[in-house]
């Protein structure tokens, strides 16, 4: 069964940082793009940041760019999510995802199945 | 960036209804759309990719239409399980982008 378990959420100071992670199980974890999304509470959902299987290549939503840095160990089937300058702004539940193929440039292949359960971050003084 | 429209917003039905819920992109994105259904709590659930590919597992009386700028999730017959918000999301282009979801209520 594939799995995917966050974890690293709390809270946090603006300005502060915080790395989240995400355990991956269940399948060949180098040969997926994976995602990060977030949901402020009561909200939509907004992607955030994605990365090659390689970790080659990696992507992100202008409102993290600069600020937060996505990178995986593929040697232990780990994504991470490192996030620095964080604003009030940032809270919300952050999900990670997995994509359909290695190669995040393939169109066809950018919807997300499965999600984990969500990290909550809490950006408040 | 291109942006995702939903409507309704928001959408009450009964058990045994048929609903549709629409998705339209600010320009053409094929047939790149997707459809997830989130209960309260719970992570985001794929339901349909590529506009109609129904994702295994799903019920087949979800189904999806579309493409270029206008797409469509239908429920034939509502149950009591469906009641959710759904979000379309395409992915034509980066950045990704959801429409704002669409709740589905109790009538």
């Known amino acids: 069964e594939v799995q995917l378990l966050e974890s690293g959420g709390g809270l946090v100071q603006p300005g502060g940082s915080l790395r989240l992670s995400c355990a991956a199980s269940?399948?060949?974890?180098?040969?997926?793009?994976m995602s990060w999304v977030r949901q402020a509470p009561g909200k939509g959902l907004e992607w955030v940041s994605a990365?090659?299987?390689?970790?080659?290549?990696?992507y992100y939503a202008d409102s993290v760019k600069g600020r937060f840095t996505i990178s995986r160990d593929n040697s232990k089937n780990t994504l991470y999510l490192q996030m620095n300058s964080l604003r009030a702004e940032d809270r919300a539940v952050y999900y990670c995802?997995?994509?359909?193929?290695?190669?995040?440039?393939?169109?066809?292949?950018?919807?997300?199945?499965?999600w984990g359960q969500g990290t909550l971050v809490t950006v408040s003084s | 960036d291109i942006q995702m429209t939903q409507s309704p917003s928001s959408l009450s039905a009964s058990v045994g209804d048929r609903v549709i819920i629409t998705c339209r992109a600010s320009?053409?994105?094929?047939?790149?759309l997707n459809w997830y259904q989130q209960k309260p709590g719970k992570a985001p659930k794929l339901l349909i990719y590529a506009a109609s590919s129904l994702q295994s597992g799903v019920p087949s009386r979800f189904s999806g239409s579309g493409s270029g700028t206008d797409f469509t999730l239908t429920i034939s017959s509502l149950q009591p399980e469906d009641f959710a918000t759904y979000y379309c999301q395409q992915s034509y282009s980066s950045p990704i982008t959801f429409g704002q979801g669409t709740r589905l209520e109790i009538k």
């Open positions: 995802a997995k994509a359909q193929s290695s190669n995040w440039y393939d169109l066809g292949s950018r919807w997300f199945d499965p």
């Open positions: 320009q053409s994105i094929s047939s790149y």
């Open positions: 990365i090659s299987g390689s970790g080659g290549i990696t």
């Open positions: 269940g399948f060949t974890f180098s040969s997926y793009a």
